[in-house]
T-cell receptor
Framework: GDSVVQTEGQVLPSEGDSLIVNCSYE??????LFWYVQYPGEGPQLHLK?????DKGRNKGFEAMYRKETTSFHLEKDSVQESDSAVYFC????????????FGAGTRLFVKA | DVKVTQSSRYLVKRTGEKVFLECVQD?????MFWYRQDPGLGLRLIYF???????EKGDIPEGYSVSREKKERFSLILESASTNQTSMYLC??????????FGDGTRLSIL
């Protein structure tokens, strides 16, 4: 079945550092890919998305490229800020999965001032 | 603006009680979902519904049931609460190839 793997449970950059949060996926179909962000006390919310191969999702200085050849959708930012601290979930959905979205385990980003 | 509302932010119940968690969405979405969120395990799908009175089991349906009598409302029922059901419960609507919209969650403690 479909799966999403986020290799880091937590990342601890300092403010101004660059960031890469890894996401790899497995599916036999042609998924849509998403990053969700969850701030303390809130539910997850859509952060960015890419609907097909070679699309790039962008939001608030974050980017993620839909790479079909490596089945990856890594989240990147050139310079993180303390306000970026949150939990980030990578996710996919596809036609074979019907109405479901498959989420990764999440990566907690804590940006040190 | 899009809104998914969960009836309680915090709830404390006793083992063996029947517990109802309510969720309402105002986006006219056909699909609605219930997840539980536990540290290190991400979001795990309990049940989902793609139409009124229709439901499908997710990955961890044991000990839970759901009800969808109206399009905007999706209820999660813990038939006989147990301590291992202490968790954060999240309701969502939307999905398919489009994003899901989440409520702010209900933190449920079973004593």
């Amino acid at each position: 079945g479909d799966s999403v793997v986020q290799t880091e449970g937590q990342v601890l950059p300092s403010e101004g550092d660059s960031l890469i949060v890894n996401c790899s996926y497995e599916t036999t179909q042609y998924p849509s890919l998403f990053w969700y962000v969850q701030y303390p006390g809130e539910g997850p919310q859509l952060h960015l998305k890419a609907m097909k191969a070679n699309d790039k999702g962008r939001n608030k200085g974050f980017e993620a490229m839909y790479r079909k050849e490596t089945t990856s959708f890594h989240l990147e930012k050139d310079s993180v800020q303390e306000s970026d601290s949150a939990v980030y979930f990578c996710a996919l959905s596809d036609q074979d999965g019907g109405f479901k979205t498959i989420f990764g385990a999440g990566t907690r980003l804590f940006v040190k001032a | 603006d899009v809104k998914v509302t969960q009836s309680s932010r915090y709830l404390v119940k006793r083992t063996g009680e029947k517990v109802f968690l309510e969720c309402v969405q105002d986006m006219d979405h056909e699909n609605m979902f219930w997840y539980r969120q536990d540290p290190g395990l991400g979001l795990r799908l309990i049940y989902f519904s793609y139409d009124v009175k229709m439901k499908e089991k997710g990955d961890i349906p044991e000990g839970y049931s759901v009800s969808r009598e109206k399009k905007e409302r999706f209820s999660l029922i813990l038939e006989s609460a147990s301590t291992n059901q202490t968790s954060m419960y999240l309701c969502a609507s939307g999905g398919g190839n489009q994003p899901q919209h989440f409520g702010d969650g209900t933190r449920l403690s079973i004593l």
